[in-house]
């Protein structure tokens, strides 16, 4: 009796985590506020700018769409695999990995996004060379390839998983 109440108790306690996605739902609006604040600083150098401060201008929103989708991929992956089953079913619009994304395939697309986010942050750093140190490139550099061979040794270690399962 003890413990079945004690197994109730420590599974309700998975709703505890629904306001940390509430939370990050309203980050994702304050990420939608710095993205329009960088367009809105962004259009007028569109008909006046140098080329390559119109690429970094657009490698900026790229880089702060790839955060809004990191957020929204944890957001519902995260709510699916600790909180609650989302129905998607019902909902023929909603993205195919909607209902189907487990916590190993939730890792990888995490760390893709993260690698793509590093990526373009090294990217503006290249475009950006002169304003840059040598320092700071290398940090960027480093980081970079410590999160690409992360992101390799996930995607290692979740198939020698998989073909142990079998």
């Known amino acids: ?14 709703w505890l985590l629904a306001p940390f996605y509430v939370a990050l739902v309203l980050g994702l609006a304050g990420l939608l ?29 790229v880089d702060l769409t790839f955060t809004g989708s990191l957020v929204v ?42 690698v793509a986010i590093s990526a373009i942050q ?12 040598d320092r700071e490139l290398m940090w960027l550099v480093g980081i970079h390839v410590v999160f690409v061979g992360s992101g390799v040794f996930l995607a290692l270690t979740d198939r020698i998983a998989g073909e142990k399962a079998k």
């Open 122 to 133: 090294l990217l503006k750093a290249f475009m950006n060379v002169a304003n840059v140190s």
């Open 1 to 14: 009796m003890i413990e079945r109440v004690l197994e109730r108790f420590l599974f309700a306690s998975r």
């Open 33 to 61: 506020i710095k993205t329009m604040l960088e367009l809105v600083h962004f259009l007028p150098m569109v008909f006046s700018g140098k080329e390559s401060d119109i690429i970094l201008g657009i490698l900026t929103l």
């Open 73 to 114: 991929i944890v957001i519902f992956s995260g709510y699916e695999n600790f909180v609650s089953k989302i129905d998607a079913n019902d909902h023929k619009d909603w993205p195919e990995w909607m209902g189907k994304i487990d916590f190993s395939g939730l890792k990888l697309k995490l760390m893709s996004s993260i």
